[in-house]
């Protein structure tokens, strides 16, 4: 019975995680070897410098860092907005209507899926009328089809 039920070594289908793990120890021993490096060329360069002068570069250190982050905190309490990002919400158009709304497509010259094409079509370039960086996407499309716009009112008129 024991030779049904034996016990198999997994292995690895690929050297891939073999490679990633290896590879992650060499950047580790690369990174360890660069942070050893500096710390001793930082001790050679302090070596030479008196006690005073040590605390005098120290305290040079500290007034400029924090100098550095009172001025980020100010910039970025205050009220410019030359380094903001805007957000503009999303908003669900207000004239919408939906595919199967009672409007009469048999009577119209196109079928119910062109129909639901346009609808979809309009909904989508009505939101992006309230994007500023959007309008250069309908100017293009007002410029390669003048008339899409114009049949898009219409249909839903």
């Not at 250069?136 to 008129?157: G, W």
């Amino acid at each position: 019975m024991r030779f049904l039920f034996k016990r198999r070594n997994k292995t690895p289908e690929s050297n891939d995680a073999l490679n990633l793990n290896s590879l992650a120890i060499y950047l580790e021993k690369g990174y360890l070897y660069a942070q050893s490096k500096w710390a001793e060329w930082m001790t050679k360069q302090t070596a030479k410098l008196s006690i005073k002068n040590q605390r005098a570069v120290f305290a040079l250190f500290i007034i400029c860092a924090s100098g550095y982050s009172i001025y980020l905190i100010c910039m970025s309490c205050s009220g410019t907005d030359s380094n903001r990002i805007p957000v503009t919400p999303i908003v669900k158009p207000v004239k919408t209507f939906e595919a199967d709304d009672a409007l009469s497509y048999k009577n119209n010259a196109i079928s119910k899926n062109e129909f639901n094409q346009a609808i979809y079509l309009s909904a989508y370039l009505d939101s992006l009328a309230r994007s500023p960086t959007a309008k250069k996407v309908i100017d293009s499309l007002a410029d390669k089809h003048p008339e899409l716009l114009d049949s898009l009112a219409e249909i839903e008129n």
